[in-house]
């Protein structure tokens, strides 16, 4: 690559192609790819990502070269254009809009309609003829001017139009006539002068120069770096510089300008969705301060625009071999496309596609998996729905369009800090607001569902919303909405900050109060689609699960057994929470052998409840894990009470508790610490689990038990309940006079286990990294406290990504090497699989595909999602492999 | 080793010498290499430690050939001694002793006077004459037979003689006739067979064979695992057995037995030094039952024996190159030598001895160092003393024996269970005992020290508190206890349970209250033996220490730098604990600024007294490390007058208190997460420490500052703390128009750091393991918590010793190694340090020593002993070279 080379045109001629994006930003390449192929885009350039990196790291010092780089490609627009920028007759003008490698809507800042000044704007008029655009281009380009390239609040320049509005007695922006758009603009430059205390730039080139560098900041502002974050975004160097010659949607009636999508990116019917406005500009489209029209409208109106821009949709998504999203303007008859990009889509659409696609002989299989479909689409589609799909017109409060489906209840927040904080202390919540802005993506982020009042299909809550499978409900008009008293109202009802509502974006239902919720009915393209990843799957999938639902759950989702089933979940139960409380407080062996001895057919009966559910599959069931202070009441209240069940005072309760706490209890007695300290909890719960598999087989039913021991951090540990498990079976299978096969194998939580694996995989059957713990102890970071400074390290760079959620392949990930390969080194036989969070999330499964694991086991909503990252790994070793082989 | 030889003859046929030590124990392997120089040791033979171990193995059943050798065993005694076993005119008696390669004093089970029946009784009569030794002699070995072999407690038989001395009126057991002995006699023999069932065993080689099997099964008794953890005593494979003919030190007034060493054991002066009893045995002296007299009153009551006597232990001192500590009984004007041993010795003796030993010509340096001193004894010498050693006479409650030198303080506790409970929770006690047996092992640890009212210089108390160099003040017979009002009393003052006294073991004196204590004198021979061990010292040595006082006692111990300065202690003090917790409460960074600066002059003080202290030596400055809250008070009335101080509402204050309260602290927001989060905590820091650095540079003292950065886990935060303290560093050095030069560096204490260590390395000047958070975190342990585990698990063999004392090498150590080894990768010119508690223990200097690090860094106290270990490991990698080229 030319170093040197910072500018890339496109039009008739052009310099770049679709594989630039890296270089070009997703935007940039496909305009160029676009003009290769011949579709009418409006000429212009690319300023390079690179560049960006190198003028931001240079403290927004401009290369060498890239000023005259600039002033050639201004020359190739001009040239193919046949006007100039800046000229007095035939006056370009251009749209100046960021565009990465990863498309973030919104995020970045957009200049529209630079090249405007005083002189340029009488050249309109004389060319145009059309007063009034020409003063509308000019105030609208002072006011993005001075909001994005200087930071003077948009909010002035609205109410300078607010005020006018309201002196000339009209509603519309579009009813001001050409003379009131002159004032307008004066008062803009006033403003422009009274905020920067500088006369608004006259020079095109000057205005180019701002422009630019606004852009290349905006890589860098708060909100870029947030969405980043929050999408998980990285290794991106910087943005790139569209640099484009206007063509304008908002001229006269005969100029229109529209989004659509090649297919329904809700639904994924094979159908051209989207909208459009008759004379506006692109970002009223977006930004939702106009309703715009269904473009099955411009069929009507504009039928010869509409043939070709459907033509041009059909070329784009055949070349693409994907659902395109596409901006496009029509200038006095004359249709632009502004860009192409493969379009957001919704879990349900996003198979659907896929499937179709595949069908329509566009794709194969493995393309299908490798590029349409990704975890999010499938989490999506898991999401639950109401269970009872008819609302009482009582409690319907409104209907708005079915921005992102899915449903979601949650209490009403306005405000996106407040839905933040209440997130993060676990509440539910959804965020409502008249429209949603770069600012809310935090707040959107942790709510539930979002619901606005205004904006439509194609608006930043809905765009947003649908990429993260988040259900909403936008442009609800029936509700009007004040931030002040902090409540909507329909007229009828009104809904306070804090009160219950349900959202359908599946239907755009706003409903009042708590809707029970179902899981979801699953499509006949989701079973095909599964069908081919089932195909390609060549580790296992196990889920984490306990419950008698959540394993038929599980099985139904494709799991192929129980990795993990927590048996210390039984032990809350109300009913056993007692027991387990009575044997907690014993103060010998022989009173808690008593009470093990009452807890016993409970644990028994939940395991024949697994294992029914898992007959013919492996169950791998966990010893007793927290610590036993977590049993034990801490409110006053709760331990007078429990004080009485339990039939001693409350001051000996007391003492109990008091004696059982923990600094650190992450790090304290539990795990196989209290399995060795207590042999009597280890002996009782393999007795249940074996006295259940055994009982089952009496039944006909095959069980397949895997004993777990947690917290393991050395042989001794290990071979210590080992012994137990082993003794205790042998009494099982002397009494019952029959027996089992079952497996005894250990988590590999603590990082001392892995350094040491080689001598506890000469003991063990199985390893099951648990990397949640493994992750906590690895980093010393406790789960529960590292949220004072984990969203400071993922701002700050600090960290690339919440090593909760992805593993941290470079520290903790080289325990799981380790592990897995000293594990394999002590017993060739040895069974490997992952059972943390990370099980669930596709970037970690890869990570234990490639590290050769058995299986992986994730909660059974997240099983279909690792199928399908296993397809994607095996598809991704497989291209590798065959690339090495050619 | 022949595998089925498990019988080893010695007297004046021998099978072992001493170099059999793991084979015969230390005991037997000794008493083989006495019979080899021709010391007068009655014959015998040994039972091997693999003997034991087979035995235990397979469930007590003796291996094939055993009681073929054991009988040819006896044989050979009945042939050197011309006595048989059970014979009815010349009948052999037997000693059975334990005895393991190291020896545990008291631990294991002895049997005297075996191969007595009734027949055996009355041939003993007839040969000696002597009705009563024989009874007495009789029923001393069913007293013991039962106690030891059967389990019959001894208090049983203790409950008979004292019945039986209160019917015949008689005070002193040697009162009783021979007559009433047997009567005794038969009295035992009845308690024996109510509480076994059976008859006491009449023939010599049952009664022999039991007794064998009892010592085996000694070796896993409660009591001898419990010393064996206390003492760190690990991979030994079972006890020998030594089977003896007996000789009597109480067949009349010319008969004796004592216990000597061939030097002072408290003082270290060369003088014969030890006690005996006329007309008793053995284990009389041991036991404390009757106060023996000094040796030197032998010299005058039995000359020529004396004589003999000491030539012998000239002879064995010279042979073994070690002060021994010598048991003889002498039977109708016969010495013989039943054991010898190097003797325990306090640290003053040990020192003492070891530089006289190398000035007598028998010890070169190296030998002096290797193994004659050891951590313990210099731990011993560097123990505080009474501040003025004067008594008042009303504060004096008694004077006994100087059985252990060093004065302790603490609260007076009667119980050993107590004494151990109290010490877990922190607390100071003083164990008083009457006698202490091995029960009392336990509590004896965990005392500051240990007063008893009855037994001598060699009682079990004074052996045991010497060996671990603790205060003790034996036989103090000023005082009478009363276990059962938990008091003592010396007739004019009464101490309670809970009261405070104060010992001095170097000088017998029990004082009330707590006297003030000082840092010990050293003496000239500890000067002399430390110039010794600093010709080894090819590792630095450095001081965890933070104040004037430590950083000059460190310095004046021999450090060579301070090695972990711990700010935060500064933080603590009382006049700016205050501006902490206002920093702590502002909400906004301005705020904790405004704070900060006024805490600027107080810790650049601090350093400036440290840097001063240490001037031409290098001081590493950790940044601040612990988490917030632990600066901000709990207790609700603490927190009312701070709420005040802090002039916030006790609500606010409670607020924020919640709020930075954590579960895991351990794993939560401190160390860099704090100077990352805050960094304005690191700005102020560095110029603290800068500012006072060039303040001294002006004043002509060198300082030479080393900041560490606290709690890294990824090289990324390094850059990031290392980024803030180069940028505050040039602004100082700006401001005061000087610099110095200064290192940046870090602790490796988070596992994922010694698994990433080549990367940070890159961009560290040098690494210190922190291997106290290394050992929770790799482990899984939290220090605070796992008290509630570890002893269990030191018990039952899950631990061979606490991996906060002794670094777990095989998990811990893989990481510190690694990290070693990818720091060295990533940086040629890395320093490497060790400041846990670690860097103190001898066995983890040594392995520190082996991976090459720079340097340890200890608590001043624990500085010297550092320095020997160095040496130490220096002289045994010197040996294994030299005898890899050979």
Same mark, same amino acid.
């Given at each position: 690559m030319d170093d040197s080379k910072f500018v890339y045109r496109f039009g008739k001629t052009t310099d770049g192609n679709r594989s630039y994006k890296e270089l070009l930003g997703g935007k940039g390449a496909n305009l160029a790819e676009m003009c290769n192929i011949g579709i009418p885009v409006p000429p212009g350039f690319t300023i390079s990502t690179k560049t960006c990196k190198k003028t931001v790291d240079a403290g927004m010092q401009w290369p060498e070269g890239l000023a005259d780089q600039v002033k050639e490609g201004v020359a190739h627009i001009e040239e193919e254009m046949g006007m100039k920028l800046g000229d007095k007759k035939n006056p370009l003008l251009l749209s100046v809009r960021s565009g990465a490698a990863v498309s973030m809507p919104g995020m970045m800042d957009t200049i529209l309609n630079l090249g405007i000044n005083d002189q340029v704007v009488e050249a309109i008029i004389q060319k145009t003829g059309n007063e009034r655009f020409a003063y509308d281009s000019y105030r609208r380009f002072i006011d993005m001017f001075g909001d994005v390239v200087m930071g003077v609040s948009h909010e002035h320049f609205e109410e300078a139009i607010t005020a006018l509005k309201n002196e000339v007695e009209v509603v519309e922006d579009t009813d001001l006539t050409a003379d009131q758009l002159k004032v307008l603009t004066d008062r803009y430059k006033a403003i422009y002068r009274k905020h920067t205390g500088h006369m608004f730039p006259e020079d095109p080139m000057e205005q180019l120069k701002f422009a630019i560098n606004a852009v290349f900041k905006s890589w860098n502002s708060g909100r870029a770096i947030k969405y980043r974050e929050i999408s998980g975004i990285t290794g991106l160097i910087g943005t790139a510089v569209n640099v484009q010659a206007m063509v304008f949607g908002n001229m006269s009636s005969e100029c229109a300008t529209g989004v659509c999508f090649t297919?329904?990116?809700?639904? +994924?019917?094979?159908e051209l969705y989207g909208e459009f406005l008759i004379n506006?500009? +692109?970002e009223d489209v977006v930004a939702g301060i106009r309703t715009p029209e269904p473009i099955s409208e411009m069929e009507k109106i504009m039928p010869e625009m509409y043939d070709e821009l459907y033509d041009y949709t059909r070329q784009l998504e055949a070349h693409y071999k994907n659902m395109q999203d596409i901006e496009f303007t029509v200038q006095e008859g004359k249709l632009f496309i502004l860009q192409t990009r493969n379009g957001k889509r919704t879990g349900t659409a996003a198979v659907k596609i896929a499937v179709d696609l595949v069908h329509e002989g566009v794709l194969t299989t493995k393309d299908a998996i490798s590029n349409l479909v990704n975890a999010e689409h499938i989490d999506q589609l898991l999401h639950p729905q109401f269970e009872n799909g008819n609302v009482d017109k009582s409690d319907l409060l409104g209907k708005g369009l079915p921005a992102s489906p899915g449903a979601a209840v949650g209490r009403v927040v306005f405000d996106s800090k407040r839905a933040e904080k209440a997130a993060e202390k676990g509440e539910m919540v959804i965020l409502v607001r008249i429209e949603t802005s770069p600012e809310d993506v935090g707040g959107m982020s942790s709510a539930e569902g979002i619901l606005t009042s205004r904006g439509g299909m194609t608006s930043h809550a809905a765009v947003v919303a649908r990429g993260w499978g988040k259900p909403c409900v936008a442009g609800c008009s029936d509700i009007i909405i004040n931030y002040k008293t902090k409540s909507f109202t329909n007229g009828v009802t009104t809904i306070k900050e804090g009160d219950w509502i349900s959202i359908d974006g599946t239907r755009g239902l706003i409903i009042k109060g708590q809707k029970k919720m179902r899981p979801p009915k699953l499509s006949e393209e989701y079973v095909t689609f599964m069908r081919w990843v089932a195909k390609f799957e060549t580790m296992g999938v196990r889920a984490n699960a306990e419950t008698p639902e959540d394993t038929q759950l599980a099985r139904s989702l494709g799991a192929k057994g129980v990795g993990l089933a927590r048996t210390e979940h039984m032990f809350f139960k109300d009913d056993r929470v007692t027991a387990v409380r009575k044997m907690i407080i014993s103060e010998s062996e022989e009173d808690r052998r008593e009470v093990l001895k009452s807890l016993l057919p409970y644990q028994k009966e939940d395991f024949i409840g697994i294992f029914d559910n898992m007959k013919g599959l492996p169950v791998t069931v966990r010893l007793l894990d927290p610590p036993l202070h977590e049993f034990l009441p801490s409110e006053e209240e709760e331990i007078e009470r429990v004080a009485e069940q339990l039939d001693i005072t409350v001051e000996q309760f007391k003492i109990k508790i008091e004696a059982l706490k923990e600094f650190n209890p992450m790090l304290g007695h539990r795990g196989c610490r209290l399995g060795i300290t207590y042999p009597e909890i280890t002996e009782m719960q393999t007795r249940a689990i074996l006295e259940a598999a055994i009982e089952l087989k009496g039944r006909g039913v095959e069980a397949i038990p895997e004993i777990m021991i947690p917290l393991v951090g050395s042989v001794q540990e290990f071979e210590s309940q080992r012994e137990v498990i082993e003794r205790t079976a042998e009494e099982v299978f002397n009494e019952l006079n029959d027996s089992i096969p079952f497996k005894i194998g250990t988590m590999i939580e603590v990082p001392r286990a892995a350094l040491v694996a080689d001598e506890i995989a000469r003991k063990a059957d199985f390893f099951s990294f648990g990397t949640n713990d493994l992750t906590q102890m690895t980093l010393g970071y406790s789960r529960d406290d590292a949220t004072k400074f984990i969203p400071y390290y993922l701002e700050h760079g600090l960290?690339?990504?919440d090593p909760f959620q992805t593993i941290d392949q470079n520290g903790v990930g080289q325990l799981v090497r380790m592990g897995t390969e000293l594990g394999h080194a002590g017993n060739p036989d040895l069974k490997v699989g992952i059972c943390g969070e990370h099980g669930g999330d596709p970037a970690s499964i890869e990570f234990c595909y490639e590290l050769g694991m058995d299986y992986v086991s994730c909660s059974p909503y997240r099983v279909p999602i690792a199928h399908l990252s296993i397809a994607k790994a095996a598809i991704k070793a497989e291209e590798k492999r065959l690339l090495e082989t050619v």
């Open positions: 297919r329904n990116p809700s639904s +994924g019917v094979h506006a500009q +692109g960290l690339s990504a």
